[in-house]
């Protein structure tokens, strides 16, 4: 079966391109000066240890948080947005279920791992917690595409986003304020502190927010909390905790003319303790227990307003993660990551025909090694083995290259690798609308990227170029004559994906990300629900003075399809535009003011679900 496929027209695109450059190109003639952070040459998500961004042979994306903070971005789906290689997608308005879609994978191919656990399993969405989730406490997020399945194991045929709770400082505490308002009844504040005593360190973050949003039953409140010790017991063994927390109750107003009305309340928590011991210069080691439970409850709002047939549903889900890694490093050339990880994961689902418990433990072990054949080339190769109670094994491998010419600053880069994702035990010993199927067989995922990264401008501008090719078979699919799941599905995507960073004159910084991604269901021909063809994404901030800044970012979406998963239903594209501004009164006094689609663009990132009008915000930050 073939499916007509339209494709963006050139006028279309080129207005949306045209605007990404006029954004980019803001003020580039004016000259004002300001201190700007030299970007970490580091990345961890690529090898499980830190890696100078030269040797690295993954496609990963180190979010610039300082620059998504003076671009008043709040949200954390708000800043993965601006990466490449991904399409971010929220049902509705504000606190709305995100989805995230990498290099054509599902919404629960796309691995969370936060603090070094991973927050999501097949019963343990993400998208309710990426929907509310705000940048506090956050220090770092990196962007790993592609599938990651030997260092992360299940959920990462996509990709992997990891999240790190902030560190404390050592020296004089840092602490900030915050609040702000504006439409559809918006208002929010947060409180966060970094400092030290004696050897140990620590941070905290606090955090609420509330809208009515613009839709009838659509309110959405919620508080977060976020906190980091550690402390050096030798001076080989550091030890930590870390605590990560979000509650949430949203509206649930449906697509527009649904009768199916409710709420949902989402609660996540996340801990862990981990211990760092360094034997010597050759062998360390990591070791990390983590406690993760997330809550989910849904109420339906009754007759007349709500649907008689709509029914209540709770779920938990609770893990317990032991991960030790170790790391050799006989010689510069060669060093080795190793571990293993054991998990348990009890799931409890209610809803008035059924109260199922279910039990999924598994235990895990991989290696990686790196060879450097020359100071500026790497190698890598790493194999996981990962085992199941309910339902068997599956084994994973990558391998990878990179070469690094540092007389042109330009670095190529070459990967391959293999993923997983396990089916959910209702999925394979039968529950409500689902018959047993033991044999059912994890989704699969292989998929290989090349590309280049060039810095220029005396490293003022940095550009990275990537195509990457992606597989996926066993996918699970729903055949409502059984009832149950089967392994019938297969999927392709390849394209483009492209991104500059640059900054001019010191004055005005800028960033810009495209992706082109072609992504299709390989046994009906048609294309991938809520993967874009085309995804740009810009922003530039001007320091006007020192302490005036002013900025303007925009984000276009085309080519896009909704609906049924055998025949969607193309979407119409859409350019949304924003802009902000913020002053420095001195002593750590900042006031801000953002217009978040500046332009009222009416449009839907999910079929039937409107997003925001035009919005303006303000809000007070004090920083001692």
């Keep these: 079966m073939s499916f007509p496929i339209r494709r963006t027209s050139s006028r279309s695109l080129f207005r949306s391109l045209t605007a990404a450059i006029a954004v980019v190109s803001l003020a580039s003639g004016l000259v004002a000066q300001t201190t700007i952070t030299e970007l970490d040459p580091m990345v961890v998500s690529s090898n499980r240890i830190p890696t100078e961004t030269q040797m690295v042979t993954s496609a990963v994306s180190v979010v610039p948080l300082e620059f998504t903070e003076e671009a008043q971005v709040e949200t954390l789906a708000g800043a993965l947005a601006q990466t490449p290689g991904i399409s971010v997608v929220q049902t509705g308005a504000k606190g709305g279920p995100v989805s995230i879609f990498i290099r054509g994978g599902e919404s629960d191919h796309t691995l969370f791992l936060v603090d070094g656990v991973r927050m999501n399993t097949g019963d343990a969405s993400y998208t309710n917690f990426l929907g509310a989730a705000d940048l506090a406490g956050v220090d770092r997020i990196e962007v790993l595409r592609g599938p990651q399945g030997t260092l992360y194991g299940s959920s990462a045929l996509g990709g992997v986003i990891v999240v790190n709770t902030a560190y404390g400082t050592h020296g004089d505490p840092v602490s900030a304020l915050s609040a702000y308002a504006g439409s559809f009844d918006s208002y929010g504040a947060s409180v966060s502190t970094r400092g030290s005593v004696d050897d140990a360190s620590y941070s905290f973050s606090l955090s609420t927010d509330s809208t009515d949003n613009d839709r009838p039953l659509n309110e959405f409140d919620q508080y977060s909390y976020s906190g980091r010790f550690e402390t050096s017991l030798t001076d080989r063994l550091a030890v930590g905790l870390t605590l990560r927390g979000q509650n949430t109750s949203a509206g649930a107003p449906g697509s527009v003319g649904s009768t199916f009305i409710g709420e949902v309340d989402s609660v996540n928590h996340l801990a862990t303790a981990y211990a760092e011991w360094t034997a010597s210069d050759e062998l360390s080691a990591k070791l990390i227990y983590g406690w993760v439970q997330r809550e989910y409850t849904y109420t339906p709002v009754p007759p007349p307003v709500g649907n008689p047939w709509d029914t209540p549903f709770y779920s938990r889900n609770t893990r317990n993660v032991v991960d030790l890694q170790t790391v050799w490093t006989p010689d510069a050339r060669f060093d080795l990551v190793a571990g293993v990880n054991i998990e348990t994961e009890d799931i409890t689902t209610i809803t008035p025909t059924a109260n199922n418990g279910f039990e999924n433990d598994s235990q895990a072990a991989f290696a990686l090694g790196t060879f450097r054949p020359t ?93 990457f090719d992606n597989r996926f078979e066993n996918k699970f699919e729903y055949d409502s004559a059984i009832p149950g799941m089967e392994n019938v599905g297969r999927a392709s995507s390849s394209g483009v994906e492209a991104a500059v960073s640059y900054i001019f004159n010191r004055a005005l910084s800028t960033l810009v990300s495209y992706t082109y991604s072609d992504s299709q269901n390989d046994v009906t021909g048609v294309p991938l629900r809520r993967r874009p063809e085309h995804i740009i994404s810009a922003a530039a901030n001007w320091r006007v003075t020192e302490d005036w800044l002013l900025g303007a970012g925009l984000s276009f979406a085309a080519q896009r399809y909704d609906g049924s998963a055998t025949t969607p239903v193309k979407l119409p594209d859409y350019t949304v535009a924003r802009a902000y501004t913020s002053y420095d009164f001195g002593n750590g006094l900042l006031v801000k003011l953002r217009v978040e689609n500046a332009f009222d663009e009416e449009y839907e990132a999910v079929r039937g679900y409107p997003s925001l009008p035009v919005a303006v915000y303000g809000g007070v930050e004090w920083r001692f």
Excluded: M
């Excluded at 600053?409 to 394979?428: E, H, Q, S």
């Excluded at 590309?451 to 195509?467: K, M, P, W």
């Design 375 to 467: 100071e500026h080339s790497s190698i890598v190769a790493g194999l996981r083995y990962d085992d199941f109670d309910l339902w068997g094994n599956d084994t994973t491998w990558k391998i990878g290259f990179s070469h690094y010419l540092p007389e042109s600053g330009t670095k190529l880069r070459a990967n391959y690798g293999t993923g997983f994702n396990t089916p959910r035990p209702v999925y394979v010993v039968g529950g409500p609308f689902y018959s047993p199927n033991p044999n059912l067989e994890p989704e699969e995922s292989e998929g290989w990227d090349v590309g280049i990264d060039q810095s220029f401008a005396e490293d003022n501008g940095t550009l990275s170029l990537t195509y």
